[in-house]
């Protein structure tokens, strides 16, 4: 079983950047997923958070009208838009699945409720 982030990068404060997370091994579409990031120093915190079908979304408010999250269950891939990047948005982003039992839930936000992780990408925000 295994996510594999990708798609970070330097860009300038403003820009844009997508991340994909392809999952191999599991059934994907019997998972939610979500992004989460962790700055330097800092906690790991959750960023967006889609169900299985992709229906319900959740993001965090830091995030709300800038990031848009989705996936295409034909790929096994989960994607998260960045617009309107600000340096506070720097960390290594990652890319986890919860479920199957939780995969209709969009209120699981916390870290520890996820089962399986990928690598992180890191994202840097130049100001």
């Known amino acids: 079983v295994q996510l594999q982030a990708s798609g970070g990068g330097l860009v300038q404060a403003g820009g844009s950047l997508s991340l994909s997370c392809v999952a191999s091994g599991l059934k994907f579409s019997s998972y939610a997923m979500g992004w989460f990031r962790q700055a330097p120093g800092k906690e790991r915190e959750f960023v967006a958070r889609?169900?299985?079908?992709?229906?319900?979304?959740v993001s965090a408010d830091s995030v709300k009208g800038r990031f848009a999250i989705s996936r295409d269950n034909d790929r096994n891939t989960v994607y998260l838009q960045m617009n309107s990047l600000k340096p506070e948005d720097t960390a290594v982003y990652y890319c986890?699945?919860?479920?199957?039992?939780?995969?209709?839930?969009?209120?699981?936000?916390?870290?520890?409720?996820?089962?399986?992780w990928g690598q992180g990408t890191l994202v840097t925000v130049s100001s």
């Open positions: 986890a699945a919860d479920g199957p039992t939780a995969r209709n839930s969009i209120t699981r936000t916390q870290t520890n409720l996820y089962q399986l």
């Open positions: 889609i169900t299985w079908s992709g229906a319900a979304k």
